[in-house]
C-alpha cells in the first residue's frame, strides 16, 4: 500500500539547516495500523506529512496505492490527495462556521465525487456509522471535543479512501472517548484501511498491528504488537462502530 524509499527531508532556518527525516525506508500493507511514535523532534509529523503530499521531500520516493505522491505536481496532488487520503487531526480541524454534516459533505464536494443529494444521504450514513447522526445540523461548536473527532473521522471517510492519516487523534480527548475512537480505527483498518497514526502515547500505540519508532529524523525500530482491542475474527467493523457511539 505504502512504500517509501530512502526518504530525507531538510528545512532551512536562520540558524541553519535541519534534517527532519535522514534516509528513511518503510513498507505499509494495505490493511495495516500502523503507529509512528517517538519523542518530539523525531521525525513523526514531517512523515505522515510526506506521505499525505502535504509537504515533498528533499529526497526519496513516496507511492501509495502504485501512485508517485512525491512525483505530483500540486494540482494533480490535490485531486489525488482529495480522493485516496483521509487525514484526521488532533483539533478535529472542522470548519467552524459549517454544521457537523456539511463539514462531511465537504470533501465529496471538492472533489465532485457525488451528486449534492448522493453526498448528503452518505453523509448522513457516516455520521450513523460513528454515533452522532443527531448531531448532523449543529454547528461543531456545539459538540463535545469526542463527538468533534467522530464527525472528523466521518468527514474523513467521505471519499472512501484506502488510506487514513490520523495525527494524535486522541491527544485531545479523555481517556474513554480515546479508547473509544481507538476502537473506530482499528475497526476501518479491519475493514481494510489502512490506517497510520502518529501518538507521542506508546500505550495507545499498542493498539496497532506494528509500532515504528523514529528517533533524529531515522527508524530507530519497528516491533509488531498485539492489539489490546479484538481482531476481526471477534469484532467486525459494526461492533467497532457501535463501541465507539457508546
Given at each position: 500500500m505504502i512504500v517509501i524509499q530512502s526518504l530525507s527531508k531538510t528545512y532551512s532556518g536562520t540558524n541553519g539547516d535541519f534534517k527532519a527525516l535522514d534516509g528513511v525506508s518503510l513498507h505499509f500493507?494495505?490493511?495495516?495500523?500502523?503507529?509512528?511514535?517517538g519523542k518530539s523532534g523525531s521525525g513523526k509529523s514531517t512523515l505522515i506529512n510526506l506521505i499525505a503530499g502535504i509537504d515533498k521531500p528533499s529526497a526519496g520516493i513516496v507511492r501509495v496505492d502504485g501512485a508517485n505522491v512525491s512525483?505530483?505536481?500540486?494540482?494533480?496532488?490535490?485531486?489525488?490527495?482529495?480522493?485516496n487520503v483521509g487525514v484526521v487531526f488532533q483539533f478535529f480541524q472542522l470548519l467552524p462556521t459549517l454544521t457537523v454534516l456539511e463539514n462531511v459533505m465537504l470533501p465529496m464536494d471538492f472533489c465532485a465525487t457525488h451528486e449534492p443529494r448522493e453526498a448528503r444521504l452518505r453523509a448522513i450514513s457516516l455520521l450513523e456509522k460513528v454515533g452522532i447522526a443527531d448531531q448532523a445540523d449543529k454547528l461543531p461548536s456545539a459538540l463535545s471535543g469526542g463527538q468533534q473527532q467522530r464527525a472528523a473521522i466521518a468527514r474523513a471517510l467521505a471519499n472512501d479512501p484506502p488510506l487514513i492519516i490520523a495525527d494524535e487523534p486522541t491527544g485531545n480527548l479523555d481517556s474513554h472517548t480515546a479508547d473509544a475512537v481507538l476502537a473506530l480505527l482499528v475497526g476501518l483498518s479491519r475493514a481494510g484501511k489502512t490506517i497510520v497514526m502518529v501518538t507521542h502515547e506508546r500505550d495507545l500505540a499498542q493498539h496497532a498491528d506494528r509500532v515504528v519508532t523514529l528517533a533524529d529524523g531515522k527508524v530507530?525500530?519497528?516491533a509488531t504488537s498485539k492489539p489490546r482491542i479484538a481482531r476481526l475474527d471477534e469484532y467486525d467493523l459494526a461492533h467497532s462502530l457501535e463501541l465507539a457511539a457508546k
Amino acid at each position: 500500500m505504502i512504500v517509501i524509499q530512502s526518504l530525507s527531508k531538510t528545512y532551512s532556518g536562520t540558524n541553519g539547516d535541519f534534517k527532519a527525516l535522514d534516509g528513511v525506508s518503510l513498507h505499509f500493507r494495505p490493511g495495516e495500523f500502523v503507529a509512528i511514535v517517538g519523542k518530539s523532534g523525531s521525525g513523526k509529523s514531517t512523515l505522515i506529512n510526506l506521505i499525505a503530499g502535504i509537504d515533498k521531500p528533499s529526497a526519496g520516493i513516496v507511492r501509495v496505492d502504485g501512485a508517485n505522491v512525491s512525483g505530483l505536481d500540486e494540482s494533480r496532488l490535490a485531486v489525488w490527495r482529495g480522493r485516496n487520503v483521509g487525514v484526521v487531526f488532533q483539533f478535529f480541524q472542522l470548519l467552524p462556521t459549517l454544521t457537523v454534516l456539511e463539514n462531511v459533505m465537504l470533501p465529496m464536494d471538492f472533489c465532485a465525487t457525488h451528486e449534492p443529494r448522493e453526498a448528503r444521504l452518505r453523509a448522513i450514513s457516516l455520521l450513523e456509522k460513528v454515533g452522532i447522526a443527531d448531531q448532523a445540523d449543529k454547528l461543531p461548536s456545539a459538540l463535545s471535543g469526542g463527538q468533534q473527532q467522530r464527525a472528523a473521522i466521518a468527514r474523513a471517510l467521505a471519499n472512501d479512501p484506502p488510506l487514513i492519516i490520523a495525527d494524535e487523534p486522541t491527544g485531545n480527548l479523555d481517556s474513554h472517548t480515546a479508547d473509544a475512537v481507538l476502537a473506530l480505527l482499528v475497526g476501518l483498518s479491519r475493514a481494510g484501511k489502512t490506517i497510520v497514526m502518529v501518538t507521542h502515547e506508546r500505550d495507545l500505540a499498542q493498539h496497532a498491528d506494528r509500532v515504528v519508532t523514529l528517533a533524529d529524523g531515522k527508524v530507530e525500530n519497528q516491533a509488531t504488537s498485539k492489539p489490546r482491542i479484538a481482531r476481526l475474527d471477534e469484532y467486525d467493523l459494526a461492533h467497532s462502530l457501535e463501541l465507539a457511539a457508546k
